[in-house]
């Protein structure tokens, strides 16, 4: 089982940066692969990033690619994300999320964050 909290959003004008984190509780983080995904008002929730259990591979949207990075610290049972160059459709409620990497990936993961607000002002 894995419990997982995300912080660090809120409202930053178009450019910025934020940087997003996931606190994981659970001895087992450092087996799960670990993703963020976002959900904007009125859409559907889509993929951001994943990384994998060693952080050795990481994956991403093509909207975000190039902008976002995702990394984890095992040994503080932490996933991030750092968001820059940031852009007024990047506002969206974003959650953390753990599981095996198929999954993580494909959207279904089991384990859930409550989720953080990014507002991306223009």
């Known amino acids: 089982q894995v419990q997982l909290v995300e912080s660090g959003g809120g409202l930053v004008q178009a450019g910025g940066s934020l940087r997003l984190s996931c606190a994981a509780s659970g001895r087992t983080f450092s087996s799960y692969a670990m993703g963020w995904f976002r959900q904007a008002p009125g859409k559907e929730r889509e993929f951001v990033a994943a990384i994998s259990w060693s952080g050795g591979s990481t994956y991403y949207a093509d909207s975000v690619k190039g902008r976002f990075t995702i990394s984890r610290d095992n040994a503080k049972n932490t996933v991030y994300l750092q968001m820059n160059s940031l852009k007024p459709e990047d506002t969206a409620v974003y959650y953390c999320?753990?599981?095996?990497?198929?999954?993580?990936?494909?959207?279904?993961?089991?384990?859930w964050g409550q989720g953080t607000q990014v507002t991306v002002s223009s």
């Open positions: 999320a753990a599981d095996r990497p198929a999954l993580v990936v494909a959207g279904n993961p089991d384990y």
